[in-house]
Each structure stands twice: as C-alpha cells, then as structure tokens.
C-alpha cells in the first residue's frame, strides 16, 4: 500500500523565519505621513513609532509601551514556552541561514564544525561577513533613517559613531554565525533556563506522548533531525528549542508504514488540548496584557498634537518700556507632535482674559511634523504691584487652541526696587 503523504510544519516554519526576518529588514523604509513606522531617534529624542513621534517628555507613554510589550512576552512564553525559539528567534533563522548556506557550497556539518575544501569554507566566511554586515545595519536603520544612512554612506560622510556603531554589531553578529550558532542555544542564551521557570501546566510543548512510546522503531530519526542533537524520547530537556524537525523526521518515517508520527505539540501534559489554556495564571496574565495596552491606547490618542513649554530668561532680565509697561523675556519651547507639518502661532493673554502683546517670531511658525523649536520671545504687559499669571496660547492656522501654558510675572518694583 502506498504511503499517503505526511503533513510537515517545516515549510511553515521556514516560512514565517522569512516573513520575520523580512519585516525586519522592511520596516526602518516604511512610512507613514513623514514619520518612520518604527525609529528610536536619538538626536532629537524622539521614538517614532506607527506613524506618530513621542518625544522625551512623553516618556510615560514609552514607560507603558513596555511595560505592554513585557506582558505580552510573559504571556507568549506561557502560553507557547519554547516555541519563539525555533520558529522565531533572529539566533535560530541564522543558524539556519548559516548552515543553509554552507550545504548549498558543499560543506557538511560534523559535531557543528564544517568540513569541506578549503575554498568553500573561505567562501562561506565572505558570505557569512556580508550577512553580517547586513545584520548590524539593520539593527542601525532602527536608530538612524535608512533614507539618510544610504546616501551618507556612498557619499563617505556616515558619522564616526554610527560607523563605530556598525562595525561593533556587525563583528559579534559574524563570529556567532561563524562560530557559535547553536552552541550558544544550547550554552549560553538565557531564555531557555527563563523558559523553565515560567513554565504552566497551558504551556505548549512538543514531546512524544508516553502512550505512544510503544509504536516507536527507534529508527533514530529524530535524533539525526534534531539541530540541537537531543533525544526527544527522553522527556522535557532545556535545549529543546521546540522546532519541530523531529516532529517531521517521525511522520515521514511512519508515514511510510502507514501510521501517524509519535511527537506532536500540546498544551500541557495531560491532554485537554486548548482547555488547558484556561488556568489562573494565563488568565491573569492575559488581562493584564489587555489592561495595559488598552491604557496605551487610550494615553496615546488623548495625548495633545503639540506641546508648549514656557520659562522666564535666566540671563535677561525684565524692562521698564517708555510707556510704562514692562517687558519680560520669556524662552518658549514648542513641539509638534503630529505626522504632518504644522503652522502655528502663539498669543498671549491675561488670567481675565485680556489680550497682551508678544513680540517676536510668533506668527506663521512653520513645524514641520515631529519637530520641536525654541524661540525667544518678549512679553509686553501693564506693570502691577501684585504677583500675576500669563497665559500663553499656542493656535493653528484657523485660530484653534492646540496647546497653553502659564507663566507667573513678579512685581517689577520689589524686582527692581
């Protein structure tokens, strides 16, 4: 009887490493409006990020992004344990690259050291030094605009530190590739031992069930399969990084006599499937995750599109005008924190709501979107005996108050006795 054809997650799994590793590689070129989908910008201290900029002074909004990315990855490892690993892991997907790559030259791998002509293992290494290369400014293009990193490159006018920067990612990057690779899953990486400590009795795991263990030939083909060279067959073990290839190697392999593979992956270890995802620790976790992302939306689309900071001028003091009112040098510090450019202007007025000239360049402020500008502007205001409360108000084309912020004058005559 001909064997029916077994259904193997191998594909799959390669093609979700592709889909990752090119969303990675695409996401610093994508924008929206004229903000990165995703840029930590440090010169201005600005994260970009789905097409809106927080600056520095929004860093509570960065606070619960965190936090929200920190819960979910709790969750994520409760609920799918190792599974990151195997499938997801920028480690995994270059040690599969590497080792793609040199089987593609004719190397073999033996004990992971690779053997083969001299000529093919210098190859490789040229190939595994571009990768490497690629790699480090992938990770840059998050920190610095591919679109100013290209052409600062071809015109030789990169910054020393990004070059630095570059250079520093792009050397561990090639000896792990070179050297490492899975020696550092097996050895190193502390996720696997995090793993252990989180894991439920929900958590997906990947094993050969004990039930099933008497129809095993030990054919010792998931042994040969395993990248981290495990035996499955003998239970939980730190190393397995959940990928599946033993899971593969199994179903050809019975697939051929035609019965089912004897390794699969299951929520837990008793066989309630999908139900064992509902105990008390997911659920909280999940909650919580919900709880803090919802905070994050809702904080973000509250926020205001501009800010304005106002202070008086530590270096010039107040002025008595011939007219007998005084002048008061102000520094004010206004942001646009919007994807599109804006043109502002800024007012102020009297806590009885009484207009007061301002001088300076107040009027038909161009911002672009995500930048922030310091202007140096002076307040003109009747002189009082009494400690008093501006108001500065910061207006768009069409007269509507986006932003407004106090400043507090002093008696000019107990100033200026």
């Known amino acids: 009887m001909e064997s029916s054809r077994p259904h ?9 490493q592709w889909l990752t590793s090119l969303a990675l590689l695409a996401i610093p070129f994508i924008r929206i409006g004229h903000s990165s989908l995703l840029r930590l910008d440090l010169p ?4 970009h990020i789905g097409g809106g900029i927080l600056h520095i002074e929004e860093l509570y909004l960065f606070l619960l992004l965190c936090l929200a990315l920190l819960l979910l990855f709790l969750l994520a490892t409760l609920v799918l344990g190792r599974v990151w690993c195997g ?4 480690q995994t997907t270059l040690s599969d690259l590497t080792e793609g790559l040199a089987r593609l030259l004719g190397l073999r791998l033996s004990g992971g050291k690779l053997v083969g002509a001299v000529w093919r293992k210098g190859l490789l290494q040229l190939l595994l030094g571009s990768l490497a290369l690629l790699v480090g400014a992938n990770l840059l293009w ?4 591919p679109y100013r990193f290209f052409p600062e490159l071809w015109a030789g006018t990169l910054a020393t530190p990004v070059v630095l920067s570059w250079m520093t990612i792009t050397l561990p990057v090639y000896l792990d590739m070179a050297l ?20 439920d009795s929900g958590t997906l795991t990947l094993r050969m069930a004990p ?3 008497h129809r095993c ?3 010792g083909a998931c042994v040969r399969s395993c990248p981290m060279e495990i035996d499955i067959r003998r239970g939980f073990q730190v190393e397995c990084i959940n990928c599946g290839r033993c899971l593969d190697a199994c179903r050809e392999v019975m697939a051929r006599r035609t019965e089912t593979g004897l390794i699969r992956y299951s929520f837990g270890s008793d066989g309630r499937g999908f139900r064992a995802l509902l105990n008390p620790r997911i659920l909280l976790m999940t909650t919580a995750v919900l709880i803090m992302t919802g905070s994050l939306v809702i904080a973000v689309i509250a926020r205001p599109l501009t800010s304005l900071k106002l202070a008086r001028s530590a270096t010039v003091e107040p002025r008595r005008l011939e007219d007998g009112r005084i002048a008061t040098f102000l ?3 206004i942001g646009n924190r919007s994807g599109d450019p804006m043109v502002l202007s800024l007012n102020a007025q009297g806590s009885d709501g009484s207009a007061l000239e301002l001088r300076g360049a107040v009027t038909g402020i161009r911002l672009p979107a995500g930048e922030r500008r310091r202007l140096e502007v002076v307040l003109v205001a009747p002189e009082s005996s009494e400690r008093r409360e501006v108001l500065c108000l910061l207006r768009d084309e069409q007269g509507q108050q986006l932003a407004a912020s106090p400043v507090f004058l002093e008696p000019f005559a107990q100033r200026h006795p």
């Not at 201005?44 to 994260?47: E, G, H, I, R, V």
């Not at 490492?180 to 894991?199: A, K």
């Open 8 to 16: 193997l997650l191998g594909p799959w799994r390669q093609a979700f």
């Open 44 to 47: 201005s201290q600005t994260l």
């Open 87 to 90: 499938w997801a892991c920028p």
């Open 142 to 145: 998050y920190f610095v605009s």
């Open 180 to 199: 490492l690779r899975r020696l550092f899953c097996r050895e190193f990486c502390p996720y696997g031992r995090f793993q252990t400590v989180l894991v």
């Open 211 to 213: 039930e099933e263990a």
């Open 217 to 219: 030939i030990a054919c």
């Open 331 to 333: 520094t004010a510090v």
